[in-house]
Nanobody, 123 residues
């Protein structure tokens, strides 16, 4: 089983950058597709990014494409989300999760959720 812990959240001004980290324990991380999601207050959890097990294939939601970059280090059992040109609407709790199969953008396709890390973007 993969256990996930997110970190790196904080408060940043609009236009700024942050890098989130997702630390994984367990032997299956290097062969697992992974994803990032976020949940703003009063809203449903939404897809942000997905990365293949090798890191060669990535996918993003339209709202973050071109501003966010997902990457991974299978030696260190880490996944990252580099966020640039942040906007107030990016404010949310960000979660990493392991892809279990199914539709890429659906929360039900993922498991082993971390506890989340808060990102707040001020105007």
């Amino acid at each position: 089983q993969v256990q996930l812990v997110e970190s790196g959240g904080g408060v940043v001004q609009a236009g700024g950058s942050l890098r989130l980290s997702c630390a994984a324990s367990g032997r299956t991380f290097s062969t697992s597709e992974m994803g990032w999601f976020r949940q703003a207050p009063g809203k449903v959890r939404e897809f942000v990014a997905h990365i293949s097990w090798s890191g060669e294939i990535t996918d993003y939601s339209d709202s973050v494409r071109g501003r966010f970059t997902v990457s991974r280090d299978n030696v260190m059992n880490m996944m990252y989300l580099q966020m640039s040109n942040l906007k107030p609407e990016d404010t949310a709790v960000y979660f990493c999760a392991r892809f279990r199969g199914g539709r890429l953008y659906f929360t039900d396709s993922y498991g082993n959720w971390g506890q989340g890390t808060q990102v707040t973007v001020s105007r």
